[in-house]
């Protein structure tokens, strides 16, 4: 139940802060400012215009996030304007900022910034700004007013922690001043209350909210529901990678958490979705504006990498990369915010790094939580029916890229038998089995 407890102190937070600011600005003076900043930086952006005319490309809204509840730290250091004009230039079309200053180190003061930066190059470029959305817990439209006066041209409202007579009162009164909101939801039911106070852009959160953990089906049945009731938002290409006629679409789908790479991509892309929002394996990464461009938001780009016998270029950050011989959660935490895919952990004897069966335990719930999972992975590998060596290697390390998007645990084994090696496996909710010994593959079948 941690979630609900944070938003439920940031609403306390929030309206406090509102109450006993003496130097908060009034609503007359948020909206002489809204009045002034569209005077010289020009009008808001709507959201779904700008997800529905990137077709047939996926749109991306590339995420400024310094850190999080359940991630801790991620970027502290970051620059919003210089990260925002970097994901720009990449190709993101929108740019979410975290405002909330606590638990995601975020500020009124990014957002701004953010779209001030992108807003100068656009126009020494001659190219369209990507829009802003101001990611917050927001609950009044005081918060709407106070982001348009700093820039934004969108704003993020949560099902779950709004009531559905304000939620339409929020999105009437963000339309009111030219604002088209991405409203959250992440249980069916929660789909039926945003489209009956008016959303038209839906963003699918696939965290639980009471677990923290992931599923990335919720956006697969959320698409299934708005099909079911004959909704359109299909966001499409056709076999010429062209664009369907978006006129008559009336509503778009975003996937909001979970992404990470061009299978993800690809797998939204199928389902109609128009946006997938990606935000801390671009702020990990060394060179977000390669990462962008391996998410191939493009379906050309994406039958192009996929095409190659290697699945295409190599993109820093983006491989496997295994951080073995950790012996305490601590460093497994140091290591999986590091961007570390496997997690090695010894259980070899004469080993000076081996580890008991508590301490693989503990290592491995230390994982899971940061991957927000609850149980082993299932890798499933196969063949395909195809006698190339090199081709069916290739296709399994592509499953593994794919899987370990959040850290795998490894147990690293040397001579042990099968019986002992499936007992650490089962005990300790070992992902996957590194044999180091003289084993042969026959113990790979047995294992």
Same mark, same amino acid.
């Given at each position: 139940m941690r979630h609900w407890v944070l938003p439920a102190k940031k609403l306390t937070h929030v309206h406090a802060t509102q109450k006993a600011d003496p130097h908060a600005c009034t609503v007359d003076d948020l909206t002489n400012q809204m009045h002034d900043f569209e005077s010289k930086h020009g009008p808001r952006l709507n959201l779904l215009q700008v997800i529905q005319s990137c077709q047939p490309a996926m749109a991306l809204a590339a995420e400024f996030k310094r850190a999080s509840p359940s991630k801790g730290p991620i970027a502290v250091h970051l620059d919003a304007g210089e990260q925002a004009v970097k994901y720009a230039k990449a190709g993101a079309n929108v740019i979410s900022i975290l405002t909330e200053p606590h638990w995601f180190k975020g500020s009124v003061q990014d957002m701004r910034e953010a779209r001030l930066a992108t807003q100068a190059v656009a126009a020494a470029t001659d190219q369209t700004r990507p829009a802003i959305l101001r990611k917050e817990f927001v609950t009044n439209t005081y918060q709407i007013l106070e982001a348009a006066a700093n820039g934004a041209d969108t704003i993020l409202l949560i099902v779950a922690i709004t009531p559905s007579h304000l939620l339409k009162t929020l999105i009437d009164y963000a339309r009111s001043i030219d604002m088209e909101p991405l409203v959250e939801v992440h249980a069916p039911q929660e789909l039926d209350v945003a489209l009956n106070a008016g959303a038209k852009v839906i963003g699918v959160n696939n965290r639980n909210l009471h677990t923290f953990q992931m599923d990335l089906a919720t956006t697969d049945r959320t698409v299934e529901k708005l099909t079911q009731r004959n909704l359109s938002f299909f966001? !499409?290409? $056709?076999?010429?990678?062209?664009?369907? !006629?978006? $006129?008559?679409?009336?509503?778009?789908?975003?996937? %909001?958490?979970?992404?990470?790479?061009? #299978? $993800?991509? &690809?797998?939204?892309?199928?389902?109609?979705?128009?946006?997938? %929002?990606?935000?801390?394996? %671009?702020?990990?990464? &060394? !060179?977000?504006?390669?990462?962008?461009?391996?998410?191939?938001?493009?379906? @050309?780009?994406? $039958? #192009?990498?996929?095409?190659? %016998?290697?699945? =295409?270029?190599?993109?820093?950050?983006?491989?496997?990369? @295994?951080?073995? =011989?950790?012996?305490?959660? #601590?460093d497994a935490l140091v290591a999986c915010r590091s961007g570390a895919s496997f997690i090695g952990v010894i259980f070899v004897p004469k080993s000076k790094r081996c580890v008991s069966i508590e301490q693989g335990q503990s290592i491995v719930s230390t994982v899971r939580a940061f991957g927000e999972r609850t149980q082993s992975a299932s890798i499933i590998t196969s063949n395909n029916n195809n006698d190339n060596i090199v081709s069916n290697l290739i296709s399994k390390t592509r499953v593994l890229e794919n899987e370990s998007r959040r850290p795998l645990v490894v147990g690293v084994f040397q001579n042990e038998s099968s019986d002992q090696i499936r007992h650490v496996v089962e005990t300790v909710g070992l992902d996957l089995v590194q044999l180091h010994g003289r084993e042969g593959m026959e113990a790979c079948s047995a294992c």
């Open positions: 966001h !499409d290409y $056709d076999q010429d990678n062209t664009a369907r !006629d978006a $006129d008559n679409v009336s509503y778009s789908v975003c996937a %909001l958490s979970g992404m990470s790479n061009a #299978e $993800d991509v &690809q797998r939204y892309r199928r389902l109609g979705v128009g946006m997938v %929002l990606i935000g801390e394996s %671009l702020m990990r990464a &060394q !060179d977000p504006a390669a990462a962008i461009q391996g998410l191939c938001l493009h379906p @050309k780009k994406y $039958d #192009e990498a996929t095409s190659t %016998l290697a699945g =295409g270029a190599y993109t820093g950050g983006t491989k496997i990369v @295994k951080v073995c =011989g950790i012996t305490n959660p #601590e």
